[in-house]
Structures are given as C-alpha cells and as structure tokens.
C-alpha cells in the first residue's frame, strides 16, 4: 500500500516517503487557546486524524505533532474581556479543544508541545538564524530577513506584490522590509514575556512552530508531513520554511498538506455575521458518527459547504450503517483494504462513503461484508460499537461458535490440548470468552472487544 497526496509544495499527488526508514512524522498546527472551538477548527483536526490513521496503518512508528498556542496577542485581549490570567484563559480553552477533540472520535496525538514549554528551544533557534545571518536585532525585536533567504514564496507560489496584497502590512520602523517577519518582540509590563538576550519579550507566532518540530525531531532531521488549514500557507508556512531552511543543511519539510475552509451556506463564517457553528452546540445535538461523517463528506482540498442538508446526509448515512451492523455483524479482526486502498488515494473520504454506503446494503444478508462494513467504519473513527454491545449474537455467529466448541472438547478428550487451545484463541479472536465449568463448555461475547 502506498499513501498518495496532492503535496502543496509541488502542487501534485505524490506518493509519501519517509525521511527515516520504518517511521514518520506529520506536524500540524494546532489551536491557539482562547475560544471554544467551531467546525473550521474540527475540520483541522479531523482531516489529519484520517491521515494519521493510515499511518498508523502502515508504519511501525508514527510522531504525529500537534500544537498548542498558548501565548498570542488574541489570548491576552480574551483574558482582559473575559477578567481572568492568561494561565486560566489558556487552561480553561485547552481543556475545552481536548473535550471537543476526543467527543469527536479523534485519536490524540502522540506529541503535543505548548509554547510557554519551548520559550528555550525557541530562543536557541532564533540565536542560530541570526548567527547564519539571515535575521537582524533592532529597537528589541529580532526581524527575519526576508531578502537572505533565495526560495522565499516557494510554497504558496507568490511574487512579492502578490504577497503583500491582501496580508496586513507592517510599515513599523525597526524593519529593512515590510516583507521581514517578526521572530521575537518586547513584552511590556501587562504582557507576558520571557527574558532573552534582546530582553524581555516573546516570540512571534511563526518561529513557535518551527521551533517546536526541531525539538522534538532534532535540527537536522526532516519533517515527513506538514498540515494545517489553507488560511495558513502564507504566510505562516511560507515564514516556517523560511526559518527551518536556515538553520538546517537538511530539508525543512517534505509534504505539505492543507485542508479547505468551512463555509456555513456558502459564506465564511464569522462573529459579525453571527453564523459561527460551535462544536459544544453541535455535539449536544448529534451523534459522534453523523458529525464525522459531515465533517468529512467533501473532500478535504475542497471548501465545506455546511448547509442544513449536511447534517441530513450525514445521519442517513449512519443511520443506515447502524442498522446493518446491529443486526449482523460479529468483530472480526478483518485484513481486507479496500477502505484503506480508498483512503491511501489523496484521503477520499466521500468515494469511502459510497463505499459505505455500498456495503451497508450488502452486508444484511452477507457476513463477510458486514465484517468489512464494521472495519471500515472502524477506520473512519466512526463507532458504532455502543450499538453492537446492546445487540444480541445472531444465529451465524451461534451456529459457528457452538460448532467450535464441539470440536475443541472432541480434540481435548483425546489429548490434543494444542489444537484446542488454537480453537479458543480463535474464539477469543472473534470477542467470544470460554469458561470450562464441571465438564461443560460456556461461553459469552466479550463485553470489552
Ligand atoms: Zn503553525
């Protein structure tokens, strides 16, 4: 099996290679902490969660990374409104993302740095990039030099006008270009701020993440996987590559991977417009199943066009797969890839809901297929498994069981004890428990698998 996606860099589909032989990394930027969160902010999250499924799939080891912004010049106006430290803004929003995060059936990351944890990493890796000469010190701010790095609009494809057109323009006197970039500003008494050789201050949002993938990946290692929301190619990513090419022989990353905007009725959701979809509010009212299944029903290179029908769509479909699970299916540990050979091509989620969809019919009368219908489904983060514990064993699975058991006493009472005992790891395989009572077999569903 090979993972294919379209790389943002190159602007292709490309097959995934990793740097180091058996394992591979994907960072992606996480939530700054100041807000609860809405479904632009699930989108972000999910689409990788797929991502690192299949990863897990195929490599032996998988560093997936994810952020917490947790100093930002939004989370000290949220505290101000709000009357509480930064500390309880940043703790009370980061429980609030997990809490949303795990509800929505999303796998945790292996790795997630805070900022306020890598202020030294942060601080070492500024150091270099103005030792290698491509930042500069002025009026306490460390700028980066835009003009000394030769590649600089590679990712997002952009002429310098076309960079400065539509991003907000800092004229401020302390740079050589309106172009240069922020790694490191003063703090002033109300703001938080660490000490540094330029003073007190903090560091500026782009060199945070840079930082953060050299800390745990080490400087001269290349990241596999780079994702994040479009919004960010320029020019958060762009000023990444930037920093990370600086301080390092090695490539800075080799796969970039963004996911499309959510619209709410073909508009972009904002506060003014008051059209903002909160996940608390959504979660309260629709199951885990149907909110992956929306969140995942178009392609994730192409805006989400959230619209009530969404959400129709989306419950039809698990609702349909329910009842064909309920009725039939027994936990198999199933080998067959269709789902993953769908999802290894560029993540398409919606042909992995046909496929679904497809399999929801078959499997009624097919065991086989409601076998894969619960492995894919599995696959997907969508868990049906409270609906399974709540149904009965059916008749398929009643015959094959007792038919086993037959046969394994048979083998124990002329001393084959081996071979039983291969019957009962195949018993146990299928989530079925023995218990040998006075010369008589029992056996139950195991409640756990
Ligand atoms: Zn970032």
């Known amino acids: 099996m090979t993972i294919k996606l379209y790389n943002t860099l190159t602007r292709k589909k490309e097959d995934i290679k990793p740097f180091l032989d058996d394992s591979i990394s994907m960072y992606v930027c996480g939530p700054t902490v100041y807000g609860h969160p809405h479904i632009g902010n699930a989108r972000a999250a999910i689409v990788p969660d797929i991502l690192y499924r299949l990863l897990k799939y195929k490599y032996r080891s998988v560093k997936y990374i994810r952020n917490i912004t947790d100093v930002d010049d939004k989370i000290i106006e949220a505290a101000k409104k709000e009357g509480i430290s930064i500390d ?239 009725t039939t299916t027994i936990p198999i540990e199933n080998t067959e890839t269709e789902i993953t050979d769908i999802l290894s091509d560029d993540l398409n989620t919606p042909q992995a809901f046909k496929y679904l969809s497809d399999l929801s019919k078959s499997s009624k009368n097919n065991l086989e297929d409601s076998t894969r219908l619960l492995f894919s489904c599995t696959f997907l983060g969508l868990d049906f498994s409270a609906d399974y514990k709540r149904s009965q064993p059916n008749e398929v699975l009643v015959d094959k069981v007792e038919k086993l058991i037959k046969k394994r006493n048979e083998l124990r009472n002329n001393g084959h004890y081996q071979e039983a005992d291969e019957i009962r790891s195949e018993l146990s395989s299928i989530g079925v428990v023995l218990k040998d009572k006075d010369g008589e077999t029992e056996w139950e569903l195991d409640p756990n698998s």
């Open 88 to 326: 309880q803004i940043t703790l009370k929003y980061t429980k609030i993302y997990h809490e949303n995060m795990a509800s929505l059936g999303n796998l945790e990351p292996t790795h997630e740095p805070k900022v306020t944890d890598t202020i030294s990493k942060i601080i070492t890796t500024i150091e270099k990039i103005i030792r290698n000469g491509n930042a500069y010190v002025k009026d306490s701010h460390v700028l980066f030099d835009t003009g000394s790095f030769r590649n600089y609009g590679e990712l997002s494809g952009k002429n310098l006008e076309e960079m400065l057109d539509g991003v907000r323009i800092d004229n401020a006197s302390y740079k050589k270009s309106s172009k240069d970039f922020i790694l490191w500003k003063p703090s002033d008494a109300d703001s938080p701020g660490w000490q540094s050789p330029w003073g007190k201050g903090r560091p500026g949002w782009h060199i945070e993440c840079t930082s953060m993938i050299k800390d745990i990946l080490g400087d001269d290692t290349t990241l596999d996987i780079h994702g994040g929301g479009n919004d960010l190619i320029f020019p958060h990513h762009e000023n990444e590559i930037a920093q990370g090419s600086c301080i390092s022989e090695k490539k800075y990353c080799n796969h970039w991977f963004h996911n499309g905007i959510v619209l709410v009725d073909r508009k972009k959701m904002s506060k003014s417009l008051g059209n903002v979809i909160l996940l608390d509010q959504l979660l309260k009212e629709n199951d885990t199943a149907t909110i992956r299944v929306a969140l995942l029903s178009a392609h994730y290179r192409q805006p989400l066009n959230w619209t009530s029908r969404t959400l129709d769509n989306a419950s039809k479909l698990a609702q349909k797969i329910r009842s064909s699970i309920n």
